[in-house]
Each structure stands twice: as structure tokens, then as C-alpha cells.
């Protein structure tokens, strides 16, 4: 078997030059995230989220669940270590690849909590064990056993037996308001395109490509 560590593959399946990209980044990762969908990607939605913490930096997958211009959204506890981190210094970097398609999208900018309103709306589309276990699980905090995990879950099903599950109030969605982004094509010799947006104050973004 070959060494994976030393695997190296040459990209060729798709370029991104300066007018396929557009001026808008947003629409530009609305069509990569079609072209992945429709690649067969696993999980296209799943993306790194980097925090800050006082003394590390840390990474962790979570899943987008809507994106417009104002942002990236993603669900999570509020008590859990990226919500501390966040609360502290809500600088944060997303990361997608899609490997069938040899991209990759980079995103900075600074995360802030979405209304109370839009967390209910996204909350009662999960299924039932989802929203109980958003009850039962102390998300980043240790647990003595699996067991113990387990019964605490049970313990929750058992209360929202015969009734609505409410969204507790540790759980809700996170906005990353994107201040630059990144697409990143694999190309041929290393020779990759990197095309990046900054966004001004007013609103508008400056394109760049920068050098692989
Ligand atoms: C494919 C995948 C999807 C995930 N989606 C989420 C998610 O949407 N929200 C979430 O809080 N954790 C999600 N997780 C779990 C996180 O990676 C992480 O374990 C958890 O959020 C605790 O992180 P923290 O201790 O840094 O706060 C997902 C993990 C994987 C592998």
C-alpha cells in the first residue's frame, strides 16, 4: 500500500479565473456549494470553525445551515467551549474543502449570536432526539461514563414525554459576518488560483488573486 503521507496528486479538473469568480463572493459560494451537492461531496455543509481562547486556538467541524450576505449560520450550545471562546473574542475562521472538486473556501470575520427568534424557527426543524439532546448533553464539559451520558438522555426523554420540546436556552444559532473570503482552486505544478475578497465598511469587496 502506498504511503498516504507522501500521496501527491496533480489537480486538473477546474480553473477559477477573475470572471467566473464575479464580484460577489457570496453568490460565487453559492455556486461552489451547488457544484459540490452535485459532485457527491459527503456533507458538503460541513465546515472548520477556528476559535480563539485566552491562552489556544481551536478547531472543530459544525455545519452550516444558511448563508446570505449578512453571514454564515451555524447551530451549537452556548455553554460549550466555542461559545466561551467566542464570547470572549468572536474572531472566527470557517474553512470548507470538497475535495472532488479540489477546492477549498476560507472565511474571517466575527461571529454573533442570531436572534432568539431565528435560533426557535431553526430549532423546530430538528428532529425530536436532536432537540433533547440539545437538553441533555453539556456539550464540552466531561461526563463521568458513556452510561451516565446515556441516562442523562433518557432522563430528558422521559420529561418531554407527552409534550413539546422547547428550545433551551443554551442552544441557538451563531452568525459569521464574513470581512474576507477565500477560493482556492487546485491547479496543475502548484501553480493553484487563489482568488480573495475583502469587504469595506460600506459594504462593497475588492477582489484580489493572490499567489499559490
Ligand atoms: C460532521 C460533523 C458535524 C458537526 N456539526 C456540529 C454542529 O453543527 N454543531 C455543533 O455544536 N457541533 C457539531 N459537531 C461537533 C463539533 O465538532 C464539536 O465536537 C462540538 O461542537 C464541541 O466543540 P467545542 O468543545 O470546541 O465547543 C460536528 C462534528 C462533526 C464531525
Redesign the pocket.
Known amino acids: 500500500m502506498s504511503d498516504p503521507l507522501h500521496h501527491r496528486t496533480d489537480y486538473t479538473r477546474h480553473v477559477l479565473m477573475e470572471d467566473e469568480a464575479g464580484d460577489d463572493p457570496i453568490a460565487l459560494f453559492a455556486r461552489w456549494m451547488a457544484d459540490a451537492q452535485e459532485a457527491g461531496v459527503p456533507?458538503p455543509h460541513?465546515m472548520t470553525l477556528a476559535t480563539a481562547g485566552s491562552l489556544t486556538i481551536?478547531c472543530?467541524?459544525?455545519?452550516l445551515r444558511s448563508f446570505d450576505a449578512d453571514g454564515f449560520v451555524?447551530?451549537?450550545?452556548y455553554n460549550?467551549?466555542?461559545?466561551m471562546d467566542l464570547e470572549r473574542d468572536p474572531r472566527a475562521a470557517l474553512n470548507f474543502f470538497w475535495p472532488q472538486l479540489e477546492r477549498q473556501v476560507r472565511i474571517e470575520g466575527k461571529a454573533e449570536q442570531v436572534s432568539p427568534e431565528e435560533s426557535d424557527r431553526y430549532y423546530a426543524t430538528r428532529p425530536v432526539e436532536s432537540r433533547i439532546a440539545a437538553w441533555s448533553s453539556d456539550?464540552?464539559r466531561s461526563v463521568e461514563d458513556r452510561a451516565k451520558l446515556e441516562e442523562r438522555f433518557e432522563r430528558w426523554k422521559g420529561r418531554f414525554a407527552d409534550g413539546e420540546v422547547p428550545r433551551p436556552l443554551h442552544w441557538g444559532g451563531y452568525r459569521v459576518r464574513p470581512q474576507r473570503m477565500e477560493f482556492w482552486q487546485g491547479r496543475p505544478s502548484r501553480l493553484h488560483d487563489r482568488i480573495a475578497f475583502e469587504h469595506f465598511a460600506d459594504g462593497a469587496w475588492a477582489r484580489l488573486r493572490l499567489q499559490p
Do not use: G, P, T
Not at 472543530?60 to 455545519?63: D, E, G, K
Not at 451555524?74 to 450550545?77: A, E, G, L, V
Open positions: 456533507e460541513a481551536s472543530r467541524v459544525v455545519l451555524f447551530y451549537s450550545n460549550s467551549r466555542k461559545a456539550q464540552s
